[in-house]
Every structure is written in C-alpha cells, then in structure tokens.
C-alpha cells in the first residue's frame, strides 16, 4: 500500500507541474515503437522519449505476435480517426535487447512461449531466434515487412539495447516497410 500512497503522490505531483492537456492522441513524432516489459528497457527511458513523441507497445520480448498485429489493426484505425493514417513519414521501431527474460521461457516453458507467439512448439519456435536478440529483431522486422496490411512507405528499424552497457545499436537499417509497386 505504502507504494501505491506514492503512486498516487506522483500523480498529484505530475498534474500540478508537467500535465499537458494539449497533447495529441498521436505521437509528435509519427513514430511506434515496440518493446519487451523488462522495467530496464523503458523506451522512455534508453531513447530520451519526450512525452506524446512515440507510441509505444510493448510485451514479452518485445516481438511480433498475434496480439501485436490486432493491436496494430486497432492503431490504424485509431490514427485515421485520428487524422493521419500510419504510413508515409511514420516510423516503427522494433527494440529487442540482451539479456531478455523470455529466452527462459524457451527453455523452461516452451508450449507457454510458443502460444504467446502464435506458433507451434518445435522447429517454428526455432526459427524465432527467441534467445539471439540480434537474429530475433531481424526476424521480426521481416514478419512486419511480410503483412501486406502495413502501408508500403511506412519505415521500419530493428534496434538491440545492450542490457549492460546502455547502448542500442541499429541491426536492421531505417527502410520502407516494403518497396512500392509502381
């Protein structure tokens, strides 16, 4: 209860000195980025994120899978409601980084990882490079690169966040999602 007293201390304090009821529902700098849930990799945080610049998504191991892709379906809509629809200018950020609890998962629990992440046990889940962040974020960036439902001219980046240094390093470069047919 004691933390949740500061919580809410927080709060209060963040509503009297820093709330800003002109932010936009979409990020200033048309920019998704999906991240794991471990507290140490807060995109916020390792990017130097001012608030409203990014939207941010995250989940264990910060990967593509089912869940994510409804998300996604769910912020297209929102962003054109919105005004703007996800494309041309945006930027999706996959971050993985080292160090990630979920590679436990793979081999402590791997009908649990292989449900979370759509797949089946075996083979499949081998080839999601779950315990390589640096093969894992390339995989996932050409999991989005492959569904047809993201717009051709939306850029996408694959970053690794080194867990011990501080550091992220670029694994896949800035590119269109996919080149544009003529």
């Known amino acids: ?3 949740i007293a500061s919580l809410i201390q927080r709060n209060a304090e963040f ?3 820093t709330f800003s009821a002109d932010m936009k529902i979409l990020p200033s700098r ?3 980025i999906l991240g794991c849930v471990d507290p140490r990799v807060d995109p916020m945080d390792v990017l130097k994120l001012a ?3 990014a939207a941010i998504i995250r ?3 910060g990967r593509v899978n089912p869940a ?3 998300t996604m379906s769910i912020l297209r809509t929102v962003s054109k409601v919105g005004g703007e629809a996800i494309g041309a200018g945006w930027n999706f950020v996959v971050l993985h980084h080292t160090k990630c609890g979920i590679a436990g998962c793979y081999h402590h629990a791997p009908a649990l990882l292989a449900r979370h992440m759509g797949v089946a046990q075996g083979e499949a889940l081998d080839a999601l490079a779950i315990t ?3 093969a894992s974020v390339a995989v996932d960036v050409a999991a989005l690169k492959a569904n047809p439902d993201f717009a051709d001219d939306l850029q996408i980046t694959g970053m690794v966040y080194d867990v011990d240094t501080g550091l992220v390093q670029t694994v896949v470069p800035t590119a269109p999602i996919r080149t544009p047919t003529a």
């Open 59 to 61: 989940n264990v191991g």
């Open 1 to 3: 209860m004691e933390f």
């Open 132 to 134: 390589d962040p640096y």
């Open 51 to 53: 608030p409203g610049e």
């Open 68 to 70: 994510l892709l409804e």
């Open 15 to 17: 509503a009297a000195t």
């Open 30 to 32: 048309r920019t998704l």
